[in-house]
């Protein structure tokens, strides 16, 4: 199948030298069915004989318009339909490290959702292999090095989370960690203890969205309860100057996705961001898409619109790589070239 993808190769000239917006980056919030494109979409709808409730692709698209998270994770949930065999969940995949390499990605650690595809009768093993498989082939293929975190729907229960965590564990799945999405507020990093607990105990990197919609306080707790290594979002963190003074200090990093928080109104406009004020706090911040085919963009084209409306400069956009290097789970060599690369993408720029 030909990708349903396309790259512009958009370019800013400094100068005598000519680089792109996105320094080299690597990738640490990224929900791999939320690069599912609408084209592809209704390429997997075709292939698997499934029939969609949209009549063309621009009915789909004008159902882009979110009013929060939740608007958005109801179409999220319904277009994985169209994913029911390890082909489709490793053609979204490749499809997806295809556009990131081309947009400055070196390094990705991909979330899934497998209770999302367990619940509607695709088997673990699946959804797993298949996103595993185009993984596997992914730095050979497009020189982006990759790891694979399973992420856990907190408005479901925690025996749910834990009889799938259990199954990954005795399928010796490749993964590297565990994380926590879905609907925030109502849903707190408490609920899940156990599960952390377990997933410490098997040797698993643990990570948890909060803050997002959600309190400040789920932070803390996420940070105290659960033993996460970063936190995905954690914008609201702002609201607390005690929690930004630790996170500061322990340098905890945030994964924070700016053109998401617009198109699911966590913030009114980029130009309201707090992203700025983060990074001047001297807070662990990285940029990252989220749910790039759902929320106008990948990782370059949010370091494009940082540009275009906070004026970054290059100074602050390689603070923002290196961050995401030295806040990935990837080894010590993997990062020191990746280090390389963004200081090489800093001579470029010529700044
Ligand atoms: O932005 C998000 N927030 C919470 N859960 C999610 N699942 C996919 N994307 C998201
Ligand atoms: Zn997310």
Request: net charge negative.
């Amino acid at each position: 199948m030909s990708p349903a993808w396309s790259y512009a190769g958009r370019v800013e000239t400094f100068g005598e030298t000519t680089t792109t917006a996105a320094p080299p980056v690597a990738e640490l919030h990224l929900h791999i069915e939320g690069t599912l494109q609408p084209e592809l979409i209704f390429a997997l709808a075709e292939r698997n004989g499934i029939e969609l409730p949209y009549a063309d692709l621009n009915e789909l698209r004008a159902k882009y318009e979110f009013t929060d998270l939740q608007s958005f994770l109801d179409l999220y949930y319904a277009n994985m339909a169209v994913l029911r065999t390890e082909e489709d969940f490793a053609d979204m995949t490749r499809a997806y490290l295809a556009r990131a390499a081309a947009g400055g990605v070196r390094h990705v650690e991909v979330m899934m959702d497998p209770q999302a595809h367990v619940s509607r009768g695709v088997p673990l093993e699946t959804c797993v292999n298949g996103v595993a498989s185009a993984l596997a082939t992914s730095a050979e293929e497009f020189g982006v090095s990759t790891l694979l975190i399973a992420a856990f729907l907190r408005d479901l229960s925690e025996e749910s989370a834990l009889e799938v965590l259990e199954h990954l564990i005795a399928l010796e799945a490749p993964i590297a960690g565990i994380g926590l999405d879905s609907a925030e507020v109502g849903n707190p990093p408490s609920k899940f203890e156990r599960l952390y607990r377990r997933a410490a105990e098997a040797g698993l990197h643990r990570i948890a969205h909060a803050g997002e919609e959600g309190p400040a306080a789920y932070i803390t707790e996420a940070l105290d309860l659960l033993g996460v290594e970063r936190i995905d979002h954690g914008i609201r963190c702002m609201d607390d100057p005690a929690v930004v003074e630790r996170l500061v200090a322990e340098q905890v990093p945030l994964t924070v996705c700016p053109l998401s928080n617009v198109r699911l109104r966590a913030v009114d406009t980029l130009a309201d961001h707090p992203l700025p004020a983060m990074l001047a706090a001297g807070l662990n911040v990285s940029v990252n898409s989220d749910d790039p085919a759902y929320f106008g963009g990948y990782v370059d084209d949010n370091f494009e619109q940082l540009v275009a409306i906070h004026g970054f400069s290059v100074a602050q956009r390689a603070t923002l790589a290196a961050n995401s290097i030295r806040s990935s789970f990837a080894d010590e060599a993997r990062k020191g070239e990746l280090l390389e690369a963004v200081a090489e993408w800093v001579r470029g720029a010529g700044e």
